[in-house]
């Protein structure tokens, strides 16, 4: 029996193949242990540097062995080190790495709630200004949407490759759209029809 394995924190080193039309793509992917493995599966977008975590199992064609993914998504840090890391890497005026680290060690995995929720003001740090704590939830925020927006439709039950045309076509209104009327999908999208869009209504 074939198990699926949670795999957190691939980091994308090269992405071999990815096709615009079906968000079908080929990355190696470097996990925390060093090792280097090829993943497959389905994602929005995607580009070298990104950290991704997701489902799936360990396969072998001819090409060698590979990660078959049933979803991947943006990772979204959790320990204080790597918070901190992530913050710093942002590039954030006013914001290196010892104050990424102040917030990340205050505010933990809880600042993504913040972010989500839009209240910058919640966040109290000595020496740094709202304006940068502003600037910083401004580029955080862009991580928390695509998470939030891919985690919403891999609930749908209809599988990574239609979400991800989901998300495509409808973008950052996804969410709003598929809950007002889902019927909507009927029309707009490609291979589905009453019965999906009745599953997700």
């Known amino acids: 029996m074939i198990e699926t394995e949670f795999i957190k924190n691939i980091t994308v080193k090269k992405i071999i193949y990815y096709s615009e039309e079906s968000n079908y793509v080929i990355f190696e992917g470097g996990l925390k242990d060093s ?3 090829i993943f497959k599966g389905v994602i929005n977008h995607i580009q070298n540097g990104d950290v991704l975590d997701g489902e799936g199992v360990r396969r072998q064609d001819k090409f ?25 890497s942002l590039k954030v005026s006013g914001i290196g790495a010892k104050t990424s680290f102040k917030i990340a060690e205050k505010y933990g995995a809880a600042l993504f ?12 740090i000595k020496g740094v200004s709202q304006a940068k704590i502003d600037d910083l939830f401004s580029e955080l925020s862009e991580t928390v949407k695509v998470r939030s927006l891919q985690m919403f439709v891999t609930n749908l039950g ?12 409808y973008g950052d209104n996804a969410e709003e759209i598929l809950i007002k009327n889902p019927y909507k999908l009927m029309f707009d999208i490609e291979g589905i029809g009453f019965e999906k869009a009745d599953f997700v209504a």
């Open 35 to 37: 090792s280097i493995c």
């Open 64 to 88: 060698g062995y590979h990660y078959s993914m049933s979803y991947l998504l943006v990772h979204i840090p959790v320990e204080v080190q790597e918070i901190s890391n992530y913050i710093t």
């Open 113 to 124: 709630q913040y972010v989500e929720d839009g209240t910058p003001e919640l966040i109290d």
């Open 158 to 169: 209809l599988g990574m490759k239609l979400g991800a045309k989901i998300v495509d076509y």
